[in-house]
């Protein structure tokens, strides 16, 4: 292969940010391409700056580098003004490493972590001179994967992408790199016999891989008198009828990456990251993160500081995230965070932060003592307004402790308190929206004790129904609904100084709406917003919900049916055949329990629900410490009939000067009685 | 203790901007464990002074970086001023080379602030050698050169003539314009820093000012539609020099090293990058 690295440079002089395009992180590696070795081109499908953070993609790049029988490099979605450039040069995608042609790649594999990027991947396709549809590909163009958080519904790219791959990679991308040898490697195919040239038997063979789905191994059936969609079927014996996700059973085995990238501009999560576990089951119901990721595998605390101080060392980054689902839920985390900080390496220097914080005040404790470097607020997420919300959506959060927290964070010189909300929850009625700006004007009072000005900002989200949780089923509400809650919320948070409250596009949730729960017809909506121009549609300034209308219209489908209709009981889901190991009756009866209010305790701690992520794999938690995190109720098993009851008490002793905050009572009595419907 | 250091910019690396290369040096700062000086306060940064921005895109032989070290430290552990600029290099990412690490004194007035001139090497192309040429001695010959320069985000006339100190197309015997397809003409200059540096896309404005096209053009100097097909654009730039005028004496920022204003270290530089 030849590098186009001459043909890259003086269109570099025309862009913006050309450092996108340069390669050159540490850790980047300059990898030769050899022909007994399957080379794999990784794709983030966002700008650099958005797809170089990702672990996911770097885990693999590392796994699969590692081999001698495979190579990898990575690419990402050149900014508009480098993709005209190209084309107008014809240029087509390439790494970042050696500048290679995408297309002269085995394999193309696409990270997928949100639904407004499917549009990139069709253009990337289409830039690396592949046919964007799977069928008019032949054995000399590149297999197109796709894994990630989106996969679990994979209809809507079914017809671009040729084979789809479940859950944890680490241990399938070496299984699938061993059947491509014998396809796609010269050795490989001299060396058995048996290697056929056709494309359909080596995506034949590709299907045979546990966690791989290979939708052009499967029939889609149409109710004749509905339309509906009737079932997804395997076409052949050795295909199975239901594909099961991919999950280790031990982080430890996995401490990846060991040589994170550090690239040569700033991107976002420009800091060491360390994974502290995988999957969450606090239960929040409308979060698929949670549900497709269960059950909760622990890293060895001993291998979190190595991978620390050795991160630290390598990079010279002077802060370290402690990621996961929810950190603060990690085993010991308290001596983990000052064992770093207290490393006589890190002299001091050194700042830790926890992307997910819990609220309570005990998580701000943690935070105050390891945030060296105080320059942004604190983020909390109560997600709902009321305690009937949050009990509904299942995130067990007493009023009490988000005011603990909150005291906690303005007691400890924190100026700034962001809280995160949704809107367009299940059950939602204007109380509980209304919920949201009693909350965060509590949060400013109580800052007013500590400084004379605060700022609380109250980010409102629209809620997008999503695939293999207990919200897969409710019809997402309207634009014109969700802007009505915008309003009221906009209006009710006028007179509040200090308050400022910000929302997300609602024509912006629609479209993720569109694509989130569509079947395979929904290929033709996103394949004709892309030839329409519509790209980087996960960005403001180019987001256009017109390009979404007018696909769905062009093709018999309408909002109301794709995206805001509740489904039945009985209806088939198309994602029914791909499984997180979640049982489907599980989830009917976690949706019949959120529409009763009935919330669920941490299966961490409490007895086993039998959702089936351990049960069906036999696989299990791996927890060091088997009592929950001392403070805060988020389903700690402590006494949850008294969220929102609970007179409003502030924890800590309010400064003698301070003026005293006003009804925080009424708000309490208020917000706890009202909203049954 | 002030170290200054002298670096160079080149290959692909050109095109990370001046705050990028900063951060790229605090990470190989903290990587070699360098006894370094912190900021007071709430926030401590490590005590770094870079010189005059290079723009994102140029190349340099010629970059400056002062650091302040922590004397109780340095007691402790001490540094090997000799041995530094390697041990630094293999921290920082291919293309970043340290050439020099030298003691200064602690001084009032920054680096930025000390600098008067920068000497630049340049392939330009759209324009023949002897266009270029008739341009070059047009501008030197014109008593103003009012150009549109950009000012705190607005467009505004400036006389671009005083801050051209030199300008030269390159000798066809010159080994100075390193590209083998003949597509591009070397020009040579020193544009002064002060009271406001001149940057050679500004220089590419004046050149096409003083023969009669318009200056109002993007800002890369890339040709606006209908332009004539005289226009020079900047196809590679490299920083070779910068200096310190002081008495007539031009000096190289680092001590020790003065040398006779109008003494050609550009040329010898840019002999050294090919
Ligand atoms: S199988 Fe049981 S223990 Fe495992 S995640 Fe599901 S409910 Fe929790």
Known sequence: MESLWPQIEPLLAQVTKPARYIGGELGAQMVEHRCDAVSWLLIYPDTYEVGLPNQGLQ???????????????????????????????????????????????????????????????????DLAGVPVRAVDRTIDHPVVMAGGHCVFNPEPLADFIDCFVLGDGEEVVSEINEVLVAFRTAAGRAAGASASTSREDMLRALSRVPGVYVPSCYDVAYDDTTGRLAGITSKFADTPDRIEKRTITDLGEWPYPRQQLVPLIEVVHDRLNVELFRGCTRGCRFCQAGMITRPVRERPADQVRTMVSAGLE??????????????????GIEETVTGIIDDPSCSGQVSVSLPSLRVDAFTVGTAAQIQRVRRTGL?????????????????????????????????????????????????????????IVALAKQC????????????????????????????QWFGQNTIEELTRKVY????????????????????ATAAEGIVSRGDRRMGAVIEQVWRNGGMFQEWSEYFDLALWTDALEA??????????????????????????????????????????????????????????????????????????????????????????????????TAPSSAAPVDGPADTAVALAGEGRS | MRIRFRYSKLGKIRFTSQRDVARMWERAIRRAHLPIAYTEGFSPRPQLSFGLALPTG??????????????????????????????????????????????????????????????????????????????????????????????????????????????????????LVIDPSGRTVGLVA???????????????????????????????????????????????????????ECDGLRQEPLLGRVVPAGADLAMHAMERAS
């Not at chain 1, 390598?314 to 085993?331: F, I, K, N, P």
């Open chain 2, 58 to 175: 140029a190349e340099s032989l010629s970059e400056y970086l002062d650091m302040a070290l922590d004397p109780m430290r340095v007691a402790e552990d001490g540094v090997d001023l000799d041995s530094l600029p390697a041990e630094l290099t293999v921290l920082l990412p291919e293309g970043l080379d340290i050439e020099e690490a030298v003691e200064v004194e602690r001084s009032k007035v920054s680096l930025q602030q000390m600098v008067t001139s920068c000497s630049w090497t340049m392939r330009v192309v759209g324009v023949s050698r002897d266009e270029l040429a008739e341009q070059a001695s047009l501008l030197l010959a014109a008593d103003t050169v009012p150009i549109m320069r950009e000012r705190k985000g607005r467009e505004e006339m400036d006389d671009l003539r005083p801050s051209v100190l030199a300008l030269a197309v390159a000798d066809a015997s010159d080994n």
């Open chain 1, 59 to 125: 885990i693999l790049y590392e796994i699969l580098n590692e081999r001698p029988d495979a190579v990898a490099e990575r690419s990402y979605a050149p900014w508009v003004d480098m993709e005209a450039a190209m084309r107008a040069a014809g240029v087509p995608l390439f790494s970042v490493e050696n500048h290679y042609d995408a297309g002269a790649f085995d394999v193309i594999a696409f990270n997928l972590s949100a639904e407004l990027v499917y549009t990139n991947v069709l253009n990337l396709i």
């Open chain 1, 379 to 435: 983020t909390f997420a109560p997600e709902g307004g009321t305690w009937r919300m949050r009990q509904v959506i299942n995130k067990l959060i007493r009023e009490e402790d988000l005011y603990a927290a909150v005291d906690a964070a303005f007691s400890q010189g924190w100026k700034r308190v962001k809280l995160y909300f949704l809107i367009g929850l299940p059950t939602e009625t204007d109380e509980d929206t209304l919920g």
């Open chain 1, 444 to 471: 400013v009072a109580i800052g007013k004790r500590y400084h004379s000005s605060v700022a609380v900002t109250a980010s409102v989200g629209g809620f997008v129904p999503k695939v293999q949780t207990p919200f």
């Open chain 1, 555 to 652: 093709n018999g489908m309408t909002l109301e049916d794709a995206v805001y209709r509740h489904r039945t009981e009985d209806e088939v889901l198309p994602w029914d055949h791909i499984s997180a190991g979640l049982h489907r009756d599980f989830l009917w009866q976690d949706w019949r329990d959120a529409l009763a209010e009935h919330g669920l305790a941490d299966c961490r701690w409490t007895p086993c629900y039998d959702c089936g992520a351990c049960t069906g794999y036999g696989v299990e938690h791996v927890v060091a410490s088997a009592v929950p995190p001392a403070g805060g109720s988020q389903g700690t098993g402590q006494d949850l009939s008294t969220g929102g009851q609970v007179p409003v008490r502030f924890l800590s």
């Open chain 1, 488 to 507: 009221l919320l906009r209006d009710a948070a006028r007179p509040v100084r200090g308050l400022t409250i910000r929302w997300h596009d609602p024509k």
């Open chain 2, 190 to 244: 020193e544009l002064s820093t002060q009271p406001r540096g001149v940057r050679p896309t500004e220089l590419m404005r004046g050149l096409i000012a003083v023969s009669g096209g318009s200056s109002a053009r993007s800002i890369d100097g890339a040709p606006t539609e209908g332009a004539s097909s005289r226009i020079p654009v900047l196809d590679r730039v490299c920083r070779t020099q910068q200096w310190i």
């Open chain 1, 314 to 331: 390598r990079t010279g980054y002077d802060e370290v995230a402690l990621t996961s689902l929810s950190s603060a839920d990690y085993s």
